[in-house]
C-alpha cells in the first residue's frame, strides 16, 4: 500500500502509487513506528525540493533515519518541480546548491535585495502557500498570457500548469494534452503557485517539468 507521501499541487498529501521526479520535505511530520503522517502537514517555514538521489545515500521513505533510530525528515513526493513550486516549496541548499543559490539569487532580483537569503524566501513563502494557510488570488483567464511559464492554476480540484500560451491539466500520472487558454474562459479560476515564486519565474528561473509536458 503506498504511504501518504504524495505531493498535489495544492500542497495537500496523498498516497498514491506515482512517485514522480523529486522529493522533498517540510520537516519531521510523520511516526516512524506507523510509518503514517502526524495531524501537522508541516515543522518548519524551509518547504525544500530535493533530488531522490544524492551521493549514494539511501533512506526507508518515513522511517527511522536518523542516528540512534530517530524519525528524520519526513519524505515527501513531487511530480516534477513545476508541482513542487506550486505547492509552496523551493530548492534545497544542501542537494540542489546550484539551482537554489538560482532561486534565492533571482528573488533578490525581483525584490530589489542585495543579499537575499533562503529564510527570506521562505518567510514569505510561508504566508502565501494554500498549504499553510495562504489564500489564493482569484486569476481572470485575460491575464492568464501574462503569467510566466511554469505558473500553477485551478478550477475547482483541477490543476493545470500555463506553458507556451496553454494550459496543461496535471494529474499524479502527469500531464494532459495542453489547451488553449479560451478554453478555461467563464471558469472561476484561482492562483496556485506563491506569488513570491511567480516573481522568481518572471525573473527567468526555469522549473523542470515531468516529460509528459512535452507529449
Known sequence: MPLQNRVDPFGAIHAVPERGLFTG????????ETRTLLKKRW???AWIICVCRFRNVRREPMGRNRPGGKAGWTELFFLDEVTALAAGHRPCFFCRRERATDFVSRFGEAFGIDVPRAPMVDRRLHKERLASGGQPPVV???ELGGLPDGTMIAHGDAAYAL???????????????PITFDRLADLPLRMLTPATTIAVLRRGF??????????
Request: no cysteine; aromatic share 10%; hydrophobic share 35%.
Open 25 to 32: 520535505n517540510r520537516g519531521i511530520i510523520h511516526d516512524p
Open 43 to 45: 515543522a518548519l517555514p
Open 140 to 142: 481572470t483567464t485575460p
Open 163 to 177: 506553458r507556451a500560451g496553454q494550459a496543461l491539466e496535471w494529474s499524479f500520472a502527469g500531464y494532459a494534452s
Open 206 to 215: 526555469q522549473p523542470v517539468w515531468h516529460p509528459t509536458a512535452d507529449t
